[in-house]
């Protein structure tokens, strides 16, 4: 799922990484739509919406010590995303109190 006001649901930080890298790859094969599973077609703008986000939650995780701490970041720092249920996933992924 893309979802560019969609918060994902990230399962580490090497996970993070592989979503960067794919994401990048679909910025240089130009695609003009990306059909994700479970949200809109999307465009390039949501691609680079979301490599940014992602780039976001790695160094917001590395910066935070609690789960609570991280989704009060990222909430600060995407107020307008949806999805909260996925930042707690991913806060629960990310940090194994």
């Known amino acids: ?55 976001k939650l790695r160094r917001l995780a590395a910066q935070c010590k609690t789960r609570e701490e991280f989704i009060c970041a990222a909430e600060k720092a995407f107020p307008d995303y949806a999805g909260k249920n996925y930042l707690e996933m991913t806060a629960g992924h990310l940090f194994k109190e």
């Open 1 to 55: 799922m893309l979802g560019k006001h969609v918060h994902s649901i990230i399962g580490s930080d090497a996970h993070a990484a592989a979503m960067i890298e794919i994401l990048e790859s679909y910025q240089k094969a130009g695609y003009k739509y990306i059909l994700s599973s479970h949200a809109n077609v999307e465009e390039q703008d949501a691609v680079t919406e979301k490599i940014a986000y992602v780039k």
